[in-house]
């Protein structure tokens, strides 16, 4: 686990992914580095296969060919069991439409990842009220999704996807939805908490001011990641 620590080891890396949906070509080679704590923006027309590579990225859709290396493990060779575990423990996702869970309180919500990992009720609650505070909705907690504003459904997912502690945020698009006063509370949310937690963001969107947000910029086109890597 030390190679997180050396600044030249990347923390995620994609290598020469290939995606197909049935015939659609999607990914067509994408390779990627994702540093620790780094803030990296993928932008890109809608089409270009950015949510694809989010999702290949953290687990979530199997690449057709290439790899994806998290730390010294290869995420296409882990079992279910392991990946699932990745996904409680080390990543975080936040997509444009929060995805909360509606029938649960915003507490419940937020506490939900700590309990599926097995801790106490009352040590849940209350680190998800932690979070709540920092991100400015304590005060919604026993609301559900359906009763929250945008920006309030955002700071909520951004509050579940912190809440573990995780090395890496994947953000799809977390402003798509929202005004631009709002997007930039979101942003500024996402962006203090990683730098305070040392999390990793991988932040996808077509949107500039979201991307500005970023310390670094990549570009996708056609299914590639386009090869001006420049390190701010
Ligand atoms: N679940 C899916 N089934 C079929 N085609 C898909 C699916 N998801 C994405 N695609 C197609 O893959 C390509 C890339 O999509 P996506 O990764 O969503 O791009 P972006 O996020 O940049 O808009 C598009 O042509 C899209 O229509
Ligand atoms: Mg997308």
Request: charged share 20%.
């Given at each position: 686990?030390?190679?997180?620590?050396?600044?030249?080891?990347?923390?995620?890396?994609?290598?020469?992914?290939?995606?197909?949906?049935?015939r659609t070509p999607a990914l067509r080679g994408a390779s990627l580095d994702l540093h620790a704590g780094e803030i990296l923006a993928v932008t890109g027309p809608s089409g270009s296969s950015k949510s694809t590579l989010l999702h290949c990225l953290a687990g979530i859709v199997r690449p057709d060919e290439g790899t994806v290396s998290y730390g010294d493990e290869t995420l296409s060779g882990l079992p279910e069991a392991r990946l699932g575990e990745l996904r409680r423990?080390?990543?975080?996702?936040?997509?444009?439409?929060?995805?909360?869970?509606?029938?649960?309180?915003?507490?419940?919500?937020?506490?939900?990842?700590?309990?599926?990992?097995?801790?106490?009720?009352a040590q849940a609650g209350a680190r998800a009220d932690e979070w709540l505070e920092r991100f400015g909705v304590r005060g919604q907690r026993e609301l559900r999704p359906g009763e929250l504003s945008g920006?309030?459904?955002?700071r909520v997912a951004l509050a579940r996807a912190l809440?573990?502690?995780?090395?890496?945020?994947?953000?799809?698009?977390?402003?798509?939805?929202?005004?631009?006063l709002s997007g930039e509370q979101v942003?500024?949310?996402?962006?203090?908490?990683?730098?305070?937690?040392?999390?990793?963001?991988?932040?996808?969107?077509?949107?500039?001011?979201?991307?500005?947000?970023?310390?670094?910029?990549?570009?996708?086109?056609?299914?590639?990641?386009?090869?001006?890597?420049?390190?701010?």
């Open positions: 686990m030390n190679t997180y620590r050396d600044e030249a080891v990347p923390l995620l890396s994609a290598r020469g992914l290939v995606k197909a949906y049935g423990t080390d990543f975080g996702v936040v997509f444009q439409f929060g995805q909360l869970i509606p029938e649960l309180t915003v507490r419940d919500n937020v506490a939900l990842p700590l309990l599926l990992g097995g801790l106490g009720r920006g309030q459904a955002q809440v573990t502690g995780p090395r890496v945020v994947f953000a799809d698009e977390p402003t798509g939805a929202l005004d631009s942003m500024t949310a996402l962006v203090g908490a990683a730098r305070e937690t040392g999390a990793a963001v991988l932040l996808v969107t077509h949107d500039a001011q979201t991307a500005a947000y970023a310390g670094r910029e990549v570009r996708m086109a056609d299914g590639t990641v386009e090869p001006a890597e420049v390190t701010a």
